[in-house]
């Protein structure tokens, strides 16, 4: 199929029935499949317009077309630029000893004498939903070690680090993507990221800007880099709490797209809550199995969404239980039109989740108990005041009850934040405290 708008609207010729989406979904890659083909054909252009000689090319002509890369402000011989960027005078003209690329594309038989540079290549796509985030710490410290010392000489040869640090060669860095925009954009904010923790992902970008105006990540990769920030920019980001909560949540994106469900659940209550215990002061909610009083779930795994004052088909997002404040959740039941309490999988749900079906009922977990509580759809379902929650896990407000109770400092038995795990999985330890009127 060609990168062209004939080979888009093919696609659209297939009906979301078809598909087994929902309308929402089907919006949504209908985006993203013009711009993947708009993003191609582009490039494709670029190619050619890289590949004819340089002097047809006005050195000086403004935005995607200029051929020369631009340089980041700063102590650091750092450059980012187009696939037009890659010509021997150029290189050679700005002294680049090595080369980030950022983009899907076979450069073997690119015009370049790639004997004088170093090379590292991330084979990605302009779409939001890639993942760059993962590539963070090796394009970072690849760059870092480029810019200390690691300089070519004349042969193409490594140099050896000789001496003191400043004798050392230091190393020029052309980070380039298709057009120098976005992709090419997202790594050198990493990386400045990474090295100047004083900087924030608007900081960083605007100071690209001042020497690449046009600089423009697309919103999933400010998304990613924002991630990245608040995670401190870590070395072991495959080790991150946040960053494997964020891989689940793409995966549960991409099989719900598909109208099916992950191969896997991630169980909030079993993993790593990033450190937060807090005072143990703050108070927090508590929703608990009105038959017999057992707790099912407490805030850190309520989805908190806004009552809408007519239904909409658009999903709410999940909100990030471990930093969303109690103060920002929504009002109590006796003040919202919600029937229902919308939260993340949880252990005691595993019986359940385990069969493998897209939606069904959820049981109280206590053995003695087993009333029904709730219900989830991996295909999401509409609240009773109108918000779409995609995939749901929700509590039916009516069969139980909410309280509020101090924070609990120690789980005990239980699991993360007081959720009682099943009996085989209960710790040994100590009670966890309780206020008057809890269980």
């Known amino acids: 199929m060609p990168f062209s708008r004939a080979g888009f609207d093919f696609g659209l010729r297939h009906k979301k029935g078809w598909l087994g989406v929902s309308a929402p979904i089907f919006n949504r890659l209908k985006k993203e499949t013009l711009r993947l083909h708009t993003n191609k054909k582009r490039f494709h252009h670029l190619i050619i317009i890289a590949s004819t000689s340089s002097s047809t090319i006005a050195a000086g002509s403004p935005g995607l077309m200029n051929i020369e890369p631009s340089r980041i ?42 004997k004088k540079y170093k090379q590292l290549q991330i084979e990605v796509d302009d779409v939001e939903d890639e993942n760059l985030l993962g590539e963070f710490e090796r394009t970072g410290a690849w760059i870092e070690e480029a810019l200390k010392g690691s300089g070519k000489t004349e ?31 997202t790594i050198l904010i990493a990386y400045l990221l990474r090295q ?14 001042q020497s690449r105006p046009f600089a423009e990540p697309n919103d999933g990769f400010m998304a990613q880099l924002q991630l990245y920030h608040e995670m401190g920019c870590p070395r072991n980001i495959d080790e991150q709490p946040k960053y494997q909560r ?24 079993e993993e790593e809550q990033d450190g937060q215990k807090g005072d143990g002061k703050e108070r927090e909610r508590e929703i608990r199995c009105r038959m017999c ?12 969404h806004i009552p809408n004052s007519k239904p909409t088909s658009t999903p709410t ?58 219900k989830y759809a991996w295909q999401g379902m509409r609240c009773s005041c109108g918000v779409w929650v995609c995939p749901a896990f929700s ?43 809890s269980l």
Request: charged share 25%; with cysteine; glycine share 10%.
């Open 73 to 114: 402000p700063g102590e650091d011989e750092l450059y980012v630029g187009g696939i037009v960027s890659l010509t021997e005078n150029s290189l050679q003209k700005n002294n680049i000893t090595h080369i980030v690329s950022v983009l899907k594309y076979d450069f073997k038989n690119f015009n370049i004498d790639w």
């Open 155 to 185: 042969g193409g040869e490594e140099k050896e680090a000789e001496g003191d640090e400043e004798e050392r060669k230091k190393g020029a860095v052309l980070v380039h993507c298709a057009m120098g925009r976005s992709r090419s954009v």
């Open 196 to 209: 100047y923790p004083s900087l924030t992902p608007a900081t960083a970008l605007a100071q690209i800007q």
């Open 246 to 269: 964020w891989l689940y949540q793409r995966e549960v994106e991409l099989a719900v797209a598909t109208g099916g469900r992950p191969d896997w659940v991630r169980f909030e209550d």
């Open 293 to 304: 009083r057992r707790t099912l779930a407490t805030t850190p795994y309520l989805i908190p």
């Open 317 to 374: 997002s999940l909100i990030n239980p471990q930093t969303t404040p109690i103060s920002s959740l929504p009002p109590s039941p006796h003040h919202s039109t919600c029937t229902h309490h919308f939260l993340h999988p949880l252990s005691w749900m595993r019986p359940e989740l385990d069969l493998g079906v897209l939606s069904g009922r959820l049981e109280c977990p206590n053995q003695k108990c087993r009333a029904q509580v709730g």
């Open 395 to 437: 509590l039916l407000k009516g069969r139980c009850d909410e309280v509020t109770v101090g924070k609990r400092v120690e789980a005990g038995s239980g699991g993360a934040g007081g959720i009682r795990l099943p009996p085989g999985m209960r710790g040994r330890g100590s009670t966890v405290e309780r206020e008057k009127g």
